[in-house]
């Protein structure tokens, strides 16, 4: 199976209670901006609303905005919807007032990469660009 064709498709959803939203639109945005198709779910979103857009939207990445301090909550009920809805190649990422040890369980448990305040909107572009629609490794086949 190749690479899809067509841009990335990435949505962007602020899950949970936070009504703070500037910095997800800022990077929708960004993303926009830098050719990409990005579908902006707007605020209070449940873990099952999200999925359920990227996969009707097919896709290629979620970015999550969260600074109500339930990242890990959410993050993890959005992995998990992901993984029982045979969805799991979609690629999370997220940012917001994250702090530095929640991080490593948050990638253990399945999130791309973090984004905290000061992270540029160029780098969270190329880092899109860079690990969204990266093919599986393939073991090679003996004949």
């Known amino acids: 199976?190749?690479?899809?064709?067509?841009?990335?498709?990435?949505?962007?959803?602020?899950?949970?209670?936070?009504?703070?939203?500037?910095?997800?639109?800022v990077i929708a945005r960004a993303l926009r901006d830098a050719g990409m198709e990005v579908i902006y779910t707007g605020l209070h979103q449940t873990p099952e609303q999200i999925v359920d857009t990227a996969i009707q939207e097919d896709a290629d990445a979620i970015g999550l905005s969260i600074l109500s301090g339930a990242h890990n909550t959410l993050f993890a009920a959005v992995i998990d919807l992901?993984?029982?809805?045979?969805?799991?190649?979609?690629?999370?990422?997220?940012?917001?007032?994250?702090?530095?040890?929640?991080?490593?369980?948050?990638?253990e448990k399945g999130v791309a990469e973090i984004f905290t305040p000061g992270a540029t909107t160029t780098s969270i572009v190329e880092w899109v660009r860079e690990n969204a629609r990266v093919p599986p490794a393939v073991e090679p086949t003996v004949r």
């Open 1 to 25: 199976m190749g690479v899809a064709a067509g841009p990335i498709r990435v949505v962007v959803a602020k899950p949970g209670l936070d009504g703070h939203d500037r910095g997800a639109k």
């Open 82 to 107: 992901l993984e029982e809805r045979d969805a799991a190649d979609i690629l999370v990422f997220g940012g917001g007032i994250i702090p530095e040890e929640d991080i490593p369980p948050l990638k």
